[in-house]
């Protein structure tokens, strides 16, 4: 089975170098109003996170309504929350391995949601299963600490039924966990240290997310859109120096694979994954993404041409396992 034909190929990002060479364990509660524990852990971190309806500009012309996690550090560290401008996707959570956090999550959609921490490890009654859900006006609390190792982690909602229309609504962000394995390697960060988050979505002539449950093609497939934003963005540009980067790739979309390749034929560098850092690099033609995975290129455009661009490309491809896709259809 092949992936609807017209974004094969199609550049999704464009990097041009400019001149900068130039744990809780409490009982299982089940899904209450209001989940208040006594405070059994003292946090590090304390996070207020809303799920709130919005609108963004993401296209030239009318805003598109869509629906976000606002976010704000309370306590701890403030860069423990990273907002990316102009963007749908929730605010980047960043966490250091040990640290022990707490997150207040309030649903101000009109309907049920409940947020889970895709990969962390943490307690089953603080991983956002679909029981837990609240409803709109309530409150979850959630209390764990940071185990895993460092990496590219993310969240979203998780309501039985309702998970894939608010993702595609804008619902998720990424959960970048640090610790001091990944301090020793000394890999590019601060400002070389670059999400990306990939998506896919169809607007209506009004500028207005179209989405379509169980696909558009196929209802074994499901709904795949007709571009392809990156950090909620279309037609991204990232502009870069003569310097190595790391690059940190979700595939955010409800059911689109891609297999990326750099469009001037150089091997992709894999140093990361879904488990985290790869214990040494890996170079590849091109790597495969489904949906919710991540993988951390690192590249190096040091000696490229001032002005220079290097696209970021999804390449042709057919074969598609359909075990693979939909994971965020339920
Ligand atoms: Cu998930």
């Known amino acids: 089975m092949q992936q609807s034909g017209k974004l094969n190929r199609r550049d999704f990002l464009r990097l041009s170098t400019i001149g900068a060479a130039a744990l809780v364990a409490g009982p299982a509660l089940s899904s209450c ?12 971190v304390e996070i207020a996170l809303q799920a709130v309806p919005g609108e963004v500009n993401i296209l030239p012309g009318k805003a598109t309504r869509v629906w976000q996690y606002q976010g704000k550090v309370i306590r701890g560290d403030p860069g423990s929350l990273q907002i990316i401008p102009g963007s749908y996707l929730g605010p980047i959570i960043k966490l250091r391995k040990g640290q022990r956090v707490r997150i ?14 895709h990969g962390m490890w943490v307690p089953d009654d603080m991983d956002g299963h679909p029981r837990f859900v609240i409803g709109p006006g309530k409150t979850y609390e959630y209390e764990f600490q940071v185990i895993n190792r460092a990496g590219t982690y993310w969240y979203h909602p998780h309501p039985h039924m309702l998970t894939g229309h608010q993702v595609y609504n804008g619902m998720a962000g990424l959960f970048l966990v640090t610790d001091d394995q990944e301090s020793a390697v000394g890999l590019p960060a601060g400002d070389f240290d670059i999400p990306l988050v990939i998506q896919d979505r169809s607007f209506d002539g009004d500028n207005q997310l179209v989405y379509i449950p169980g696909g558009t093609n196929d209802q074994t497939m499901g709904f795949l859109g007709d571009r392809i934003m990156v950090n909620g963005h279309p037609d991204y540009t ?28 150089t091997p992709v560098t894999v140093v990361g994954s879904d488990g985290g850092l790869l214990e040494k690099p890996v170079s590849k033609p091109y790597v495969t993404l489904a949906p919710a995975e991540r993988v951390e290129l690192w590249v190096d455009f040091s000696g490229r041409d001032i002005g220079s661009e290097l696209l970021l490309q999804s390449l042709t491809f057919s074969g598609v396992a359909c075990a693979a896709v939909s994971s965020l259809g339920g």
């Open 104 to 117: 207040v999550f309030t649903n101000n959609l009109p309907e049920n949601s409940i947020v889970h921490w």
């Open 238 to 265: 990232l502009q870069v120096a003569t310097r190595p980067y790391r690059l940190r790739i979700l595939n955010g979309s409800n059911s689109r694979i891609y297999k990326l390749g750099w469009q001037d034929g």
């Open 33 to 44: 109003d209001f989940v208040r524990r006594a405070l059994s852990i003292s946090p590090d």
